[in-house]
Every structure is written in C-alpha cells, then in structure tokens.
C-alpha cells in the first residue's frame, strides 16, 4: 500500500504563489505522480504529471504559471510550484501516485487552494 499527503495549500491573493508537495510512503515505488485539482461544482481535472524519466507536463490551462518537479524520480515526491496565481485556480489539489503499466493508482487526501481576487 502507497500513502499520499500532500502540503502546502493555502490563501493567496490574486498574482501570488505557493508550493504544494505530495509525499508518498509505503512499500512500492512509484514512477508517475500528478496533481489533479477540483473546484467547486465541477469535475476533477489533471493539472500536470511526471515520470521517473523526469519528463513533465502541465496543462495548458496552467501552463507558464505552473511547473511540477520531483526529487527521486517520482517514486515519492512530486512538488508542483504555482504561479501568478488567478481565483479560477481556487480548488482542492490533489497528489495522485502510480505504477504505470499496472493498477496501482494512489490519492491523497486533497489540499484546499484558495485565490482571493
């Protein structure tokens, strides 16, 4: 079993930024974690991914605003850093972990960011 928690979610005012990290531990290694995010009323979406290779991607929604970054090759830690930050981006962040190429999918409990205009 694999245990997301991330951190780092807040209120920021409009244009500021903040760091969130997702930390995994358990007995498997991972190599892919993401961030997803889910605002009020409305479905969840990906905000951006990475792979043990290192290779990342960011919605284009966020992309130039938002990078995601890992440590260990994402076995454990993906830290996702937001900036020029809009009230649109106003949501529950939350870390996803898995073992590409099997079932193992893993989520953490979620980190409220708030974007006050």
């Known amino acids: 079993q694999v245990q997301l928690v991330e951190s780092g979610g807040g209120l920021v005012q409009a244009g500021g930024s903040l760091t969130l990290s997702c930390t995994a531990s358990g007995s498997i290694s991972l190599n892919y974690m993401a961030w997803y995010r889910q605002a009020p009323g409305k479905q969840r979406e990906l905000v951006a991914f990475i792979t043990s290779g290192g290779s990342g991607y960011v919605e284009s929604v966020v992309k130039g605003r938002f990078t995601i970054s890992t440590t260990d090759n994402a076995r454990s830690t993906a830290t996702l850093r937001m900036n020029s930050l809009k009230p649109e981006d106003t949501a529950v962040y939350y870390c996803?972990?898995?073992?590409?190429?099997?079932?193992?999918?893993?989520w953490g409990k979620g980190t409220l960011v708030t974007v006050s205009s």
């Open positions: 996803n972990g898995r073992v590409v190429g099997t079932s193992m999918s893993y």
